[in-house]
């Protein structure tokens, strides 16, 4: 059974001492010409650093390693349908299912274009017994998007709780919007 919840509650239902598997969103392996603030992990993900900070988390690095230019738009655009193709990619997905396969995660959270990777693994892969916590942060996913989950074994008075996690303000997923032609569940709830 499936929980869902999809609003923007604290994260205060995680305790430590978990397996955490982070899955990263958009162009975190680009290299550009521009400084950039450095943020600092507090910065980052304030909600998640406790969590973070008292579990035990991997973080699957995906993505394309490239030099980008990043005030020209159609870099940009090119490297999100290069990272949207590869998201599909079944070598990866493999790769991915290794990594869930070896850790044995309790809680895998997924972040942006993270959460269409997961997607694709759950189409294709059976989820493991051990997983009790699926969490989306401003999922670029569809507004409409159906979740299929097959789970290896049934869960014996255990239920997989899937959140939701989203913000309407966030300009990326504005632009995924229109890109993709259909609102995103990172800005206004599955």
Not at 109 to 126: A, E, M, Q, R
Not at 133 to 156: E, G, H, N, R
């Amino acid at each position: 059974m499936i929980k869902k919840v999809n609003n923007n509650k604290k994260l205060v239902m995680f305790t430590s001492n978990y397996k955490v598997l982070y899955i990263h969103g958009f162009a975190t392996n680009i290299t550009h010409l521009f400084k950039i603030k450095q943020f600092t992990k507090k910065e980052l993900f304030p909600a998640l650093f406790r969590i973070f900070a008292e579990n035990e988390v991997y973080t699957f690095r995906w993505g394309l390693d490239l030099h980008l230019n990043i005030k020209n738009i159609w870099e940009i655009y090119n490297l999100y349908q290069k990272e949207k193709k590869l998201a599909k990619d079944n070598n990866l997905l493999f790769q991915l299912h290794c990594v869930i396969d070896t850790f044995k995660p309790k809680i895998i959270i997924c972040h942006s274009i993270g959460c269409y990777l997961f997607i694709n693994y759950i189409k294709k892969f059976n989820l493991s017994k051990n997983i009790a916590k699926i969490v989306f942060i401003q999922a670029d996913l569809p507004k409409k998007q159906k979740l299929s989950i097959k789970i290896t074994k049934p869960l014996k008075n255990k239920k997989l709780e899937f959140i939701n996690f989203y913000c309407y303000w966030d300009d990326s997923l504005t632009i995924s919007s229109i890109i993709n032609k259909k609102l995103r569940a990172g800005s206004f709830g599955l």
